[in-house]
Protein backbone atom coordinates (compact mmCIF):
# COMPACT_ATOMS: atom_id res chain seq x y z
CA UNK A 1 0.00 0.00 0.00
CA UNK A 2 2.99 2.12 0.05
CA UNK A 3 2.66 3.31 -3.91
CA UNK A 4 2.74 6.87 -4.78
CA UNK A 5 -0.56 7.60 -6.89
CA UNK A 6 -1.21 10.92 -9.58
CA UNK A 7 -3.75 12.83 -8.49
CA UNK A 8 -4.87 16.74 -9.22
CA UNK A 9 -5.61 19.31 -7.73
CA UNK A 10 -8.96 21.28 -9.27
CA UNK A 11 -10.96 24.29 -7.97
CA UNK A 12 -13.87 21.18 -6.65
CA UNK A 13 -10.55 20.06 -4.59
CA UNK A 14 -8.58 16.86 -4.54
CA UNK A 15 -8.95 14.31 -7.71
CA UNK A 16 -8.07 10.93 -6.81
CA UNK A 17 -8.07 8.28 -9.25
CA UNK A 18 -10.91 5.37 -8.77
CA UNK A 19 -8.68 2.56 -8.89
CA UNK A 20 -6.52 4.14 -6.31
CA UNK A 21 -10.02 4.37 -3.98
CA UNK A 22 -11.31 1.00 -4.60
CA UNK A 23 -7.44 -0.40 -3.48
CA UNK A 24 -7.70 1.64 -0.65
CA UNK A 25 -11.61 -0.06 0.45
CA UNK A 26 -10.19 -3.38 0.07
CA UNK A 27 -7.06 -3.26 2.25
CA UNK A 28 -8.92 -2.05 5.10
CA UNK A 29 -9.26 1.76 4.55
CA UNK A 30 -12.94 3.74 4.74
CA UNK A 31 -13.80 6.58 2.60
CA UNK A 32 -17.13 8.57 3.46
CA UNK A 33 -18.55 11.28 3.94
CA UNK A 34 -19.16 13.81 7.14
CA UNK A 35 -20.68 17.00 6.51
CA UNK A 36 -18.80 19.21 3.80
CA UNK A 37 -15.58 16.33 3.68
CA UNK A 38 -14.57 13.36 2.36
CA UNK A 39 -12.94 11.41 5.05
CA UNK A 40 -10.45 8.47 4.60
CA UNK A 41 -9.04 6.25 7.16
CA UNK A 42 -8.23 3.18 8.60
CA UNK A 43 -11.33 0.58 9.15
CA UNK A 44 -11.88 0.42 12.56
CA UNK A 45 -12.68 -3.62 12.22
CA UNK A 46 -9.55 -3.98 9.40
CA UNK A 47 -8.44 -6.97 12.07
CA UNK A 48 -10.91 -9.00 10.60
CA UNK A 49 -10.03 -10.66 6.95
CA UNK A 50 -10.04 -8.03 3.89
CA UNK A 51 -11.57 -10.09 1.40
CA UNK A 52 -14.77 -8.68 0.62
CA UNK A 53 -14.78 -5.32 2.85
CA UNK A 54 -15.56 -3.07 0.15
CA UNK A 55 -19.08 -4.10 0.09
CA UNK A 56 -19.48 -3.92 3.95
CA UNK A 57 -19.76 -0.15 2.62
CA UNK A 58 -21.13 0.21 -0.65
CA UNK A 59 -21.51 3.77 -0.69
CA UNK A 60 -18.30 4.81 -0.15
CA UNK A 61 -17.03 5.37 -3.54
CA UNK A 62 -20.50 6.39 -4.87
CA UNK A 63 -20.29 9.36 -2.41
CA UNK A 64 -17.15 10.10 -4.34
CA UNK A 65 -18.39 9.59 -8.01
CA UNK A 66 -21.59 11.80 -7.14
CA UNK A 67 -19.37 14.70 -6.31
CA UNK A 68 -17.13 13.93 -9.69
CA UNK A 69 -13.81 13.52 -7.05
CA UNK A 70 -12.45 10.36 -8.70
CA UNK A 71 -11.05 10.44 -12.06
CA UNK A 72 -10.65 7.50 -14.38
CA UNK A 73 -6.80 5.80 -14.27
CA UNK A 74 -5.08 7.54 -17.21
CA UNK A 75 -2.44 4.76 -19.04
CA UNK A 76 1.25 5.28 -17.82
CA UNK A 77 3.33 6.43 -20.79
CA UNK A 78 5.78 3.87 -20.32
CA UNK A 79 2.92 0.85 -20.93
CA UNK A 80 3.62 0.68 -24.54
CA UNK A 81 7.42 0.47 -24.12
CA UNK A 82 9.08 -3.34 -24.09
CA UNK A 83 10.96 -4.35 -20.98
CA UNK A 84 13.91 -3.71 -23.12
CA UNK A 85 13.53 -0.74 -24.35
CA UNK A 86 12.36 0.76 -20.68
CA UNK A 87 15.79 -0.51 -19.62
CA UNK A 88 17.88 1.25 -22.10
CA UNK A 89 15.49 4.40 -21.43
CA UNK A 90 16.40 3.96 -17.66
CA UNK A 91 20.27 3.93 -18.29
CA UNK A 92 20.15 6.45 -20.91
CA UNK A 93 18.56 8.60 -18.42
CA UNK A 94 20.89 7.55 -15.20
CA UNK A 95 23.83 9.00 -16.38
CA UNK A 96 25.49 12.17 -14.98
CA UNK A 97 25.10 14.29 -12.04
CA UNK A 98 22.06 13.49 -9.25
CA UNK A 99 19.60 16.28 -10.32
CA UNK A 100 19.63 17.85 -6.98
CA UNK A 101 23.35 18.62 -7.59
CA UNK A 102 22.67 20.15 -11.18
CA UNK A 103 20.29 22.37 -9.82
CA UNK A 104 22.64 23.96 -6.74
CA UNK A 105 24.65 24.51 -9.65
CA UNK A 106 22.70 25.97 -12.05
CA UNK A 107 21.31 28.65 -8.85
CA UNK A 108 25.15 29.48 -8.00
CA UNK A 109 25.48 30.65 -11.73
CA UNK A 110 22.56 32.85 -11.41
CA UNK A 111 20.09 30.65 -13.26
Same mark, same amino acid.
Given at each position: ?????T???????? %????? +?????????? $?? /? @? !??? *???????????????????????????????? %????? +?????????? $?? /? @? !??? *????????????????R????
Open positions: MSEAIVQMTPKGL %LIPLD +AIRDWVEHGV $EV /F @R !EQQ *RIVIRPRPDAERPLAGLSRAHPTDVQILEAEG %LLLPV +APSPAQGLSL $ER /F @R !ELA *RSFSVGKPLSEMVIEEEQGW
